[in-house]
C-alpha cells in the first residue's frame, strides 16, 4: 500500500473523513457528501442513487479534507 493510500488518522487513531463531489452524469445533480477512504484508496460515502434513479454514472472528485 502507498503513502497515498493508507487512510488519513486523525490523533487518537480516528479516520479522517474527506468531502466529495458527486455528479450524475445523466442529470447533472450535484452532492457534496463526506466519505472515508478504503483500503483500496477509494472514497467511500454510502451514496446509492441520484434522484434521476441512476445508480451507476457519476463522477466522483476529492475536495479538500472535511473540518470536524
Known amino acids: 500500500m502507498t503513502e497515498a493510500q493508507e487512510p488519513k488518522h486523525e490523533e487518537g487513531g480516528r479516520v479522517r473523513r474527506e468531502k466529495v463531489r458527486i455528479q450524475c452524469n ?13 483500503k483500496s484508496g477509494e472514497i467511500e460515502t454510502g451514496f446509492v442513487q441520484c434522484i434521476c434513479g441512476n445508480t451507476d454514472d457519476f463522477t466522483i472528485t476529492p475536495l479538500e479534507p472535511a473540518v470536524r
Not at 445523466?26 to 478504503?38: D, H, K, Q, S
Open 26 to 38: 445523466r442529470c447533472g445533480e450535484v452532492y457534496i457528501l463526506r466519505g472515508r477512504r478504503n
